[in-house]
């Protein structure tokens, strides 16, 4: 399905509102940073030669000549043979070339006893030595998170170019499908994947299109095809399987959206389709509330994050170990709810009781889905998998620190 699916255009957008997109242009520098020759210490800004004598025993007395502070340097040059008074981020004054520490001196009225030598730059945080003007700071593909908007900000640069976020449409088909809320008559659920769905693709920074539900008619069907096909791309979710109310197929052929491919070899999840309306992709995901979080995660989300502008969207796995032994009909790739956790320098994953493809409770608490390879029958416990991190994350009952009761 990747090939189907490539950034959108560009647009501008203010850094207060670029967290989580991804750059279209490469950003360079507009000035250096430091942009000015500073101060990386409380103490005096000093001539290194003036005080090249001075140690804790033999002090160079200077006068103080004026003070130069974070946000108001001093006015003119530094005297020679003088020092001046100056504080962390403090723009260096003209011909002064170091600082001396506060720590090594001794203040007595106007003057200032050095008692150690600081040769030059000592404790100068010199302009352009952390960024020089034009340097390449971000590249195309890059994510903004809070480093990269304060990498930005410091550049004063306050509007940035990223891909546009796509707009996905998603439209559940189902004649048994009421909205959260509504009176749930015989034979009616709640339309629950709508609302998984929603919040998957809000986590993924797509713009989400939710359709109503569509009743198992191929008219109804096909007319909310036309509207969903509006957006960038669009989900359909039930209906796609080879039951007699399973019409999504039909429509899609009677709406002009030609097939490309359907059922993939994966468990649970197996009756995803993939088509394409004039380029513009058309995924038909299963409704089992399973087999539609899964499906989304393993086979919908990379293609979304490539519309992003991710270059590397794929999921990336960790490796983990079996907690235990588990047994399976070989033939296709099993995507397993699993909860992770470190024990030593190790992940393991212990599989949910529970894998069918309809049990909601048995998302509860998970954080993983492991991989198990599609030839497999028997695992073995302690045995190495690829796992995905998901949801909440790794829980571990280790702590960076020292706990000291
Ligand atoms: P289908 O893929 O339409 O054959 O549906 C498979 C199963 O998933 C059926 O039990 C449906 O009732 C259920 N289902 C379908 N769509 C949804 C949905 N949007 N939310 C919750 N369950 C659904
Ligand atoms: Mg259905």
Not at 82 to 102: N, S, W
Not at 104 to 111: L, P, Q
Not at 248 to 253: G, P, R, S
Request: overall charge negative.
């Amino acid at each position: 399905m990747l090939p189907a699916f490539a950034p959108l255009g560009e647009e501008e957008v203010h850094l207060t509102e670029a967290s989580g997109r991804y750059l279209s242009r490469k950003v360079r520098a507009r000035f250096d940073s430091p942009p000015f020759d500073n101060s990386a210490m409380d103490g005096y800004a000093v001539r290194a030669s003036d005080v090249a004598l001075a140690g804790p025993d033999h002090a160079v007395e200077l006068p103080v000549r004026g003070e130069s502070r974070a946000g108001a340097p001093l006015a003119g040059p530094l005297e020679p043979g003088a020092a001046c008074r100056i504080f962390t981020g403090a723009p260096m004054p003209a011909d002064a070339d170091a600082v001396v520490i506060q720590e090594d001196t001794e203040r007595i009225g106007d003057r200032v006893q050095i008692r150690e030598a600081s040769p030059k730059s000592k404790h100068v945080r010199a302009q352009g030595s952390d960024v020089s003007r034009g340097a390449l700071l971000l590249r195309p593909g890059d994510r903004l998170w809070p480093g990269e908007i304060g990498l930005l900000a410091s550049q004063n640069i306050d509007r940035v170019r990223v891909y546009r976020r796509p707009e996905v449409a998603l439209l559940s088909t189902g004649d048994e499908l009421r909205a959260l809320g509504e009176d749930l008559g015989p034979g009616a659920i709640v339309n629950s994947n709508v609302y998984v769905l929603t919040e998957m693709l809000r986590a993924l920074g797509v713009v989400a299109v939710t359709l109503p539900a569509a009743p198992d008619s191929l008219p109804a069907i096909e007319a909310a095809l036309r509207k969903a096909l509006e957006s960038d791309v669009v989900i359909t979710m039930g209906g796609v399987s080879v039951g007699a109310y399973d019409f999504v197929h039909e429509a899609f052929v009677n709406v002009g959206i030609e097939p490309g491919f359907w059922k993939v070899r994966i468990k649970p999840g197996k009756p995803l389709a993939f088509a394409q309306f004039e380029g513009k992709p058309v995924i038909g995901i299963p409704g089992n509330p399973i087999s539609a979080m899964v499906t989304f995660e393993i086979l919908v989300a990379p293609c979304l994050r490539k519309m992003l502008g991710d270059p590397r969207p794929h999921p990336q796995p960790v490796l983990a170990r079996l907690r235990d032994s588990y047994r399976r009909r070989p033939g296709r790739v099993e995507i397993a709810r699993a909860t992770a956790s470190r024990e030593g320098d190790e992940i393991v994953v212990a599989l949910h009781d529970r894998q069918g493809s309809g049990s909601l409770p048995s998302f509860v608490g998970i954080n993983a889905l492991v991989i198990l390879p599609s030839d497999k029958a028997e695992l073995a416990a302690g045995e190495q998998v690829e796992a995905l991190l998901w949801g909440p994350g790794l829980m571990s009952d280790r702590t960076i620190f020292d706990v000291i009761d």
